[in-house]
DNA sequence: TTAGAATCTAGAGTGTGATCTAGGTCAAGC
DNA sequence: GCTTGACCTAGATCACACTCTAGATTCTAA
């Protein structure tokens, strides 16, 4: 954008969250923000720090899994005003408690992969790797 | 199934390892079996014992979210024999360095999602909790 | 022997989350 | 003034991984 004050525009946006242009006009109409974005007389969208901000969050949430619709029901509650703050906590503990049980789900399976990584490395270096799995499954 | 040997029907390999009917034959499609999964003179798939355990293996890699493609390579090489261990052993490594991306990206997210928590907690048992976020954000 | 459950094939449909297209409009620099 | 690049809308398209449909066939058990 360029001009006095703070107002970005949709490309400065793209830039300092990662997200594709459009990406925040797909996310505008799912009513991902926290207010309307305000425009310019010519109809561009004007941003905010706080937008940027807010998308930050919004990455982080959904690269730990969270569904587009359960963020936007997280930002109906915050632009809903203060008292609902209980109902955000509950949504925020559920969302931990999943990215927990998905960082154990991942680490279980780590372990498993890790263990084949093992023998073939066993297997590779010793130059013995025949019918480590062919017909019956060996390793 | 359920007469002699241990031949299974796609509907005992359904239960068995937890993926769809439809699931098992879409997996067949893709060629992502070891082997050619024989038939009865019916017509009917039978699977053995080894074809559950690789498709337990499945499960494993693909919920460690490789892709189809990857698994593809995978059952590529397995199926044409001995000879190429190096390759599924890089594979596989590849495989091993996105989990453990992936589980690092989880922690860092959670981290900032439980630090949400934790002040959401503290205001709202507080009773204190306006202004958490709105217009600008404040935690 | 016959009903009903399970299976078969080929192909269409679904959900999620973008991402792109077409056909313009707006704005900044030369 | 004019070029150039960023931006606009609405809607189409894409990728992934299933999932289901339709209509026919096969098997099992009463």
Not at 6 to 11: A, E, F, Q, T, V
Not at 122 to 131: D, N, P, R, S
């Given at each position: 954008?360029?001009?006095?004050a ?6 400065d946006?793209a ?11 797909f996310?505008?109409r799912e009513?991902l923000?926290?207010r309307?974005i ?8 004007v ?6 901000e807010w ?7 959904r690269?730990?899994?969270m569904?587009?619709?359960?963020l936007?029901?997280?930002?109906r509650l ?8 209980a109902?955000?906590?509950?949504l925020?503990?559920e969302?931990e408690?999943?990215?927990r049980?998905r ?7 780590l372990?498993?992969?890790h263990g ?5 490395r ?10 480590l799995?062919?017909?019956a499954?060996?390793?």
């Open positions: 954008m360029g001009r006095g703070d107002g970005l525009s949709i490309g946006v830039k300092a969250t990662g997200l594709g242009v459009h990406a925040l006009r996310f505008e009513e923000f926290l309307e305000p425009r310019t007389a010519g109809g561009r969208r941003y905010g720090p706080a937008d940027v998308l930050l969050l919004c990455n982080r949430l690269e730990s899994g569904p587009i619709a359960t936007k029901r997280f930002a915050v632009r809903s005003g203060p008292g609902n703050e109902e955000r906590l509950a925020l503990e969302h408690r999943t990215v049980d960082i154990a789900e991942l680490t279980a399976s372990e498993i992969i084949k990584v093992v023998t073939y066993k297997h590779v270096e010793e130059g013995t790797a025949a019918g799995w062919s017909p499954p060996t390793a």
